[in-house]
């Protein structure tokens, strides 16, 4: 079982930029697929980013691309989400997933262990 805590979240500017973490423990961090949700208001949750387990292969919804980078250092155990440019219809909660094995996942059913959630407010 692994343990997932998000953090970096807040409220910023549009055209501003966060950077998400998210920390795992328990388990070896460098078995799992990681991938990083959002959910705002009344709509459904979204994969925005997910990252391979060696690092080597991403993925982006097309909404973000170009301005959101995802990053993973197995070394500390963490998963990254730079994100610039924000924008107002990037204000939504956002989620830290796990999935062991694999290559990439990016639909929310393949993921097992999730965080608590980061709240990320952009305003206009």
């Known amino acids: 079982q692994v343990q997932l805590v998000e953090s970096g979240g807040g409220l910023v500017q549009a055209g501003g930029s966060l950077r998400l973490s998210c920390a795992a423990s328990?388990?070896?961090?460098?078995?799992?697929?990681m991938g990083w949700f959002r959910q705002a208001p009344g709509k459904e949750r979204e994969c925005v980013a997910a990252?391979?387990?060696?690092?080597?292969?991403?993925y982006y919804v097309d909404s973000v691309k170009g301005r959101f980078t995802i990053s993973r250092d197995n070394a500390k155990n963490t998963v990254y989400l730079q994100m610039n440019s924000l924008k107002p219809e990037d204000t939504a909660v956002y989620y830290c997933?796990?999935?062991?094995?694999?290559?990439?996942?990016?639909?929310?059913?393949?993921?097992?262990?999730w965080g608590q959630g980061t709240q990320v407010t952009v305003s206009s």
């Open positions: 328990g388990r070896t961090f460098s078995w799992y697929v």
């Open positions: 990252i391979s387990r060696s690092g080597d292969n991403t």
């Open positions: 997933a796990a999935e062991v094995y694999g290559i990439l996942y990016t639909t929310e059913d393949k993921y097992e262990h």
